[in-house]
């Protein structure tokens, strides 16, 4: 059995790439609201409910709808086989410093609950009708073999039958996404570190 | 696929710093929740479950350096320590993991002048997951954990897969989370909060009452570090899922948390046969109203079960841990601990709640929890 990369999408430096093409490309200083803003005009589809999100979740949130567009994943794999695995570097702690900001004159329950890196699983879960095994690590840096081995383990032991893999971190204005679509039988490049590594590192 | 044991394990909530502690005060029926008046965290009165900052610091008199931990690093070593202590584990060796679950962490750091003199990193869960790994001198960087209300009960399927595939041969699990006025103000501005202890399932709760602590879980596929275990058990399963509904409120069926027991139990081969169940019941309405269907869902109605939250709290990243080691000890000891704060069924579909301490033969259990973010798991433990 042999599992594929079948699809990623790398935004960084107010750049957006689906496997390697270039979707939208920024100048490097637009501020991250203004870029991500731009990204929903041009590519998601209208949800109302993006304008609600906090910063990571909209990253994470535009990632996935580049990822999937014009994809069935949970018609064709059932609902209950998707599985996301995802991973950053500080967690929510940009909206926790901005909830906790808020708190002595009035604290928002729209704000607390984004106070929790795995929102956006939940966000992208509800998006997609995703409701499969669900995960959010948090590491000091991008660990390909650590997401590449819990990811193959998933499907091998039939847990789980595509495999999102996710690494989505912001802090203030800085940020990277990198979400790719992992599958048996696939075509695209084998999951292995190196493969990973490669996306990740893009071009 | 090796087997996974779950050896020993130590909680640290407000009703004792060991496992032992903490389940003779449960089967007295105690609480470790009370009223506090603090206005740094709440402005009015609050119910809560906390650890005793005197009892904290003298037991952390003897480490090295107790000054260089922030209150939670200080809950973690101890936690560990006591684990470390009873199984003879060589923390040391490269085929021992840490695997911290924790949502917010050193939260609290944010809510003291100049980060109470810590360094701003220390905010980061990846930053005091490695001093508390570097306390104990382990060699792998530990694996970090934050999936809302499940983090626990996610921690301890990872650690199960992990060591079952021959990655690790034992992994430390620990799980800890604070009181703080960041959790508080949240959970009250969803107006959240019970103004009195909770009372999950029951027809009168009002809500969660939160709770701090830590617990910690070792699970090895080396039975030598049984020591001291009468009934060998071991993690039979595991299983988690997404409603797909809400990022802050349940499943309005149930269905999905289901759709996670159901494949826990099958891993485990235990269809039909799980004596007791350790279940998450936060006391929210809707909560406690999604678990009474999800139960009856998979055909699990008439098998006793508890929530611990009336003991201790809600404790957050750390609940799943400190509930499992509870579960185990349940095992252990053959004795059924009571639903506390629960009187009359308050939820739409059956359940058989514990209302007072019983002893019975325990062989399996389940251990659920569900969080923010629309997230359900499940654990099977079984002894052999």
Known sequence: MSIQITSACLIRNNHIQLNGETMIEKEKHLPFNEFIKGAYELNASPNLKFFKMDNLCKLAFITSEFLLKNKKISEQYGAENVSLLFANTSSSLDTDINYYNTVKDFASPSLFVYTLPNIMLGEISIRNKFKGENAFFVFEQFQADFLCNYATQLIKEKKAKVVIIGWVELLKENYESFLCLTEENGNGAELTNENLNELYNGK | MKTVFAAHGNIITSLGFTAAENFAAMEQSRSGIQKFSNSNFLPF????????????????????????????????????????????????????????????????????????????????????????????????????????????????????????????????????????????????????????????????????????????????????????????????????????????????????????????????????????????????????????KAFNFSGLQDVSLNSMKGFFGHTLGAAGVIESVVTLETMKQNVLLPSLGYKNLGVPMPLNIIKQRETKQINTSLKTASGFGGCNAAVVFKAL
């Open chain 2, 45 to 292: 009165p609050f119910f809560a479950s906390l650890v005793d900052d005197g009892k904290l610091n003298d037991k952390c008199s003897d480490f090295r350096n107790s000054k260089n931990y922030t209150r939670l690093e200080k809950m973690f070593i101890l936690s560990i320590s006591d684990v470390v202590e009873k199984s003879g584990l060589d923390i040391k060796n490269a085929n021992t993991l840490l695997i911290i679950s924790t949502t917010k962490g050193n939260i609290n750091l944010l809510e003291e002048e100049n980060y109470g003199g810590f360094s701003e990193k220390r905010l980061l869960l990846s930053e005091m997951a490695n001093e508390i790994a570097h306390y104990f001198g382990m060699k792998n960087l530990p694996l970090v954990l934050s999936n809302a209300c499940i983090s626990g009960v996610l921690a301890i399927i990872t650690a199960q897969r992990l060591i079952s595939s021959g990655q690790y041969e034992n992994i430390i699990v620990s799980g800890g989370d604070l009181v703080s006025e960041f959790t508080l103000s949240g959970f009250n501005s969803f107006k959240a909060l019970s103004d009195e202890p909770c009372k999950p399932y029951d027809a009168e709760r009002k809500g969660i009452t939160l709770g701090e602590g830590c617990g910690t879980l070792l699970l090895t596929s080396n039975e030598k570090l049984l020591n001291g275990n009468e009934k060998k058990i071991v993690v039979a399963g595991g299983s988690v899922s997404n409603d797909a509904n809400h990022i802050s409120g349940p499943s309005r069926t149930g269905e999905e948390l289901a759709l996670a027991v159901n494949n826990a139990l099958k891993e485990a081969n235990c269809e039909n046969e799980i004596d007791f169940i350790s279940a998450h019941g936060t006391a929210t309405a809707f909560n406690d109203e999604m678990e009474s």
